[in-house]
């Protein structure tokens, strides 16, 4: 099916890796508590266990909102295991394109903070809290995507939001026949 299907991307509500302190899932955990007191639940079933469905079946990219940042991943599966590259890809690449609601974490509790830690976590290829954007895919071939993170107000792309990525293996026709879109709601 792969020929027939050469790029496999998931899109979900909620992202699997994410540095922001105010969403926990880059441990599986939740980092905060709601207005009322209640926790949010913790959400340890998708890192632990469904991450395995996405390298069993070969995902190409894992697209993801609910975080109001933007982030990209270089290939990683299990939180340790990054390849530091984008050519010859073998995991995921996670993207979280939520910075359309950009600045909404500097302001909770009643005063300005920043929601990320000071050193990025490994995973973690380009991020920002700061900018509001949105974010494209060109699927050039069957082995090659262009991933930009367009800056609002910005003419150009900046270096640092933009990746070409290249998968492991397949066919570099220029035809693209399909790409198979799995959708998972995630709340």
């Known amino acids: 099916e792969r020929d027939r299907f050469p790029w496999i991307v998931v899109f979900q509500h ?10 926990g899932n880059w441990s599986g955990q939740n980092t905060y508590k709601l207005r009322d007191g209640w926790p949010e639940p913790d959400y340890e079933g998708w890192p632990g266990h469904f991450e395995s469905l996405l390298l069993q ?8 909102g609910h975080v109001h940042h933007y982030e990209r991943t270089w290939p990683v599966w299990e939180r340790e295991n990054v390849q530091r590259s984008y050519q010859g890809a073998t995991a995921p690449v996670h993207i979280t394109c939520g910075h359309g609601g950009q600045s909404l974490y500097k302001y909770l509790q009643g005063g300005k903070r920043d929601a ?5 976590p490994p995973f973690s290829a380009a991020r920002t809290n700061d900018l509001w954007g949105h974010c494209e895919l060109e699927f050039l071939n069957r082995t ?7 800056v609002m107000g910005e003419r150009g792309v900046r270096d640092e ?10 066919s570099t026709s220029r035809h693209l026949s399909a790409i198979l879109l799995v959708g998972i ?3």
């Open 116 to 120: 990320y830690n000071s050193t990025p």
């Open 161 to 170: 939001f933009e990746a070409v990525i290249t998968k492991a293996s397949g």
């Open 144 to 150: 090659t995507v262009r991933h930009t993170m367009r």
């Open 185 to 187: 709601l995630f709340i």
């Open 14 to 23: 909620r992202p699997i890796y994410n540095s922001n302190s105010n969403h």
């Open 57 to 64: 079946y070969s995902v190409d990219l894992v697209l993801a």
